[in-house]
């Protein structure tokens, strides 16, 4: 049982176009958890069916097994981070940080005591009195972080919270919330497109797709081993050849080429996929197995290796290969295919 869990989720703006399409998810207390997708899979959805923006069509949201799913924002003590970071201008970075706490109209001693706390927490100390303004992007979404974070709120909510930020900070930010986030405690949602952002800082990530979740697993297990056509592509894999099950891990291509695979699945017909990475430019061959003949159309150089575009029987095969051997446009090479690094989706 999760600490948050998402039952049989239906969200319609319309009643016949479903934004999502029975969702379920369990997230365990403590955990970071992800939500990846392209735009328009619905991952801001389910952030705020949590958050209580949205109330959704069927289904439940549960907290530590309590119904909230008709419970308004105002009365769920949850913390958002938005893109916008949303920050009052008017406000010090103090003021900024201490405003939930003064709606909740605590003692000003505890305020002091939990804003200090907090600002030395999200590293913002000595900016107290400065205002959004005088701040760089990383400190004013440490301050938006601090806000949220200063109310102790059950559960984490961040809506894609780095995208405002140049490449170089955003990976300092990602590193600085998710030690916030190990240090704390707190049970985390995070909702990104970026599929680097999200492996690097999740402890289990849901890949989203037309309203359902395709593969919820640690980034590690997904890196490694897509479930569906859909995961495997938006991860990066990007050759893709069909085959059909000869015997158990053996598989033929529409050339009569056989492919042995040491992860086999149950499935009769079926895609085989492999990373540009794994594939192997060979010089002899020694068996008829995992072997495809064809022509270099495109070779790109990438700095410490070459990307080739190969003309196969089989169809377009991309492969990077070290800088040992260059091939020309034009050439004819052997490829490779490690039964171990195939992966049947």
Same mark, same amino acid.
């Given at each position: 049982?999760g600490?948050i869990?998402?039952?049989?989720?239906r969200?319609?703006?319309?009643?016949?176009?479903?934004?999502?399409?029975?969702?379920? +998810?369990?997230? *365990?207390?403590?955990e970071?958890?992800? +939500? +990846?997708?392209?735009?328009?899979?619905?991952k801001t959805t389910?952030?705020?069916v949590?958050?209580?923006?949205?109330?959704?069509?069927?289904?439940?949201?549960?907290?530590?097994?309590?119904?909230l799913?008709?419970?308004?924002?105002?009365?769920?003590?949850?913390?958002?981070?938005?893109q916008?970071?949303?920050?009052f201008p008017?406000?010090?970075?103090?003021?900024n940080?201490?405003?939930g706490?003064?709606?909740?109209?605590?003692?000003?001693?505890?305020?002091?005591e939990?804003?200090d706390?907090?600002?030395?927490?999200?590293d913002?100390?000595?900016?107290?009195?400065?205002?959004?303004?005088e701040?760089?992007?990383?400190?004013?979404?440490?301050?938006a972080?601090?806000?949220?974070?200063? @109310?102790?709120?059950k559960?984490?909510?961040?809506?894609?919270?780095?995208?405002?930020?140049?490449?170089?900070?955003r990976?300092?930010m990602r590193?600085?919330i998710?030690?916030?986030q190990k240090?704390l405690g707190i049970?985390?949602i995070?909702?990104?497109?970026?599929?680097?952002e999200?492996?690097?800082?999740?402890?289990?990530?849901?890949?989203m797709?037309k309203?359902?979740?395709? *593969?919820?697993?640690?980034?590690?297990e997904i890196?490694?081993?897509?479930?569906?056509e859909?995961?495997?592509?938006f991860i990066?894999?990007?050759?893709?050849?069909?085959?059909?099950?000869k015997?158990?891990?053996v598989?033929?291509?529409?050339?009569?080429?056989?492919?042995h695979?040491?992860?086999?699945?149950d499935?009769q017909?079926? *895609?085989?996929?492999?990373?540009?990475?794994?594939?192997?430019?060979?010089?002899?061959?020694d068996?008829k197995?995992?072997?495809?003949?064809?022509t270099?159309?495109?070779?790109?150089?990438l700095?410490?290796s070459?990307?080739?575009?190969?003309?196969?029987e089989?169809?377009r095969?991309v492969?990077?290969s070290s800088n040992?051997h @260059?091939?020309?446009?034009g *050439?004819d @090479?052997?490829?490779?295919?490690?039964?171990?690094?195939?992966?049947l989706?």
């Amino acid at each position: 049982m999760g600490y948050i869990r998402l039952k049989d989720i239906r969200v319609s703006y319309d009643n016949k176009n479903n934004i999502l399409e029975g969702l379920n +998810l369990d997230i *365990q207390k403590g955990e970071l958890v992800s +939500l +990846l997708g392209p735009s328009g899979c619905g991952k801001t959805t389910t952030l705020r069916v949590i958050a209580g923006f949205i109330e959704p069509n069927d289904g439940q949201f549960l907290l530590e097994d309590e119904d909230l799913t008709h419970v308004p924002v105002h009365k769920r003590n949850f913390g958002l981070v938005f893109q916008s970071y949303a920050l009052f201008p008017h406000l010090t970075v103090f003021d900024n940080v201490a405003f939930g706490l003064k709606l909740k109209k605590l003692d000003k001693n505890v305020i002091q005591e939990k804003v200090d706390a907090m600002i030395k927490a999200c590293d913002l100390e000595g900016l107290g009195q400065r205002f959004p303004k005088e701040l760089s992007g990383g400190q004013r979404q440490r301050v938006a972080l601090a806000r949220a974070l200063v @109310i102790e709120p059950k559960i984490l909510l961040l809506d894609e919270p780095l995208s405002n930020l140049d490449a170089k900070l955003r990976i300092n930010m990602r590193i600085e919330i998710k030690r916030i986030q190990k240090k704390l405690g707190i049970t985390t949602i995070f909702v990104t497109h970026d599929q680097e952002e999200c492996f690097s800082i999740s402890d289990k990530v849901a890949v989203m797709n037309k309203g359902v979740i395709e *593969q919820y697993d640690t980034p590690e297990e997904i890196y490694a081993h897509p479930k569906t056509e859909f995961v495997a592509r938006f991860i990066g894999f990007e050759n893709f050849i069909p085959l059909k099950k000869k015997e158990n891990h053996v598989y033929v291509g529409e050339n009569g080429a056989l492919f042995h695979v040491d992860n086999d699945v149950d499935c009769q017909s079926c *895609q085989a996929t492999i990373r540009p990475d794994d594939i192997l430019v060979i010089t002899s061959v020694d068996n008829k197995e995992n072997i495809l003949k064809g022509t270099v159309e495109v070779r790109t150089f990438l700095g410490k290796s070459y990307q080739y575009e190969v003309a196969t029987e089989l169809g377009r095969v991309v492969v990077n290969s070290s800088n040992e051997h @260059i091939y020309e446009s034009g *050439q004819d @090479i052997v490829l490779l295919l490690p039964a171990n690094k195939i992966i049947l989706v």
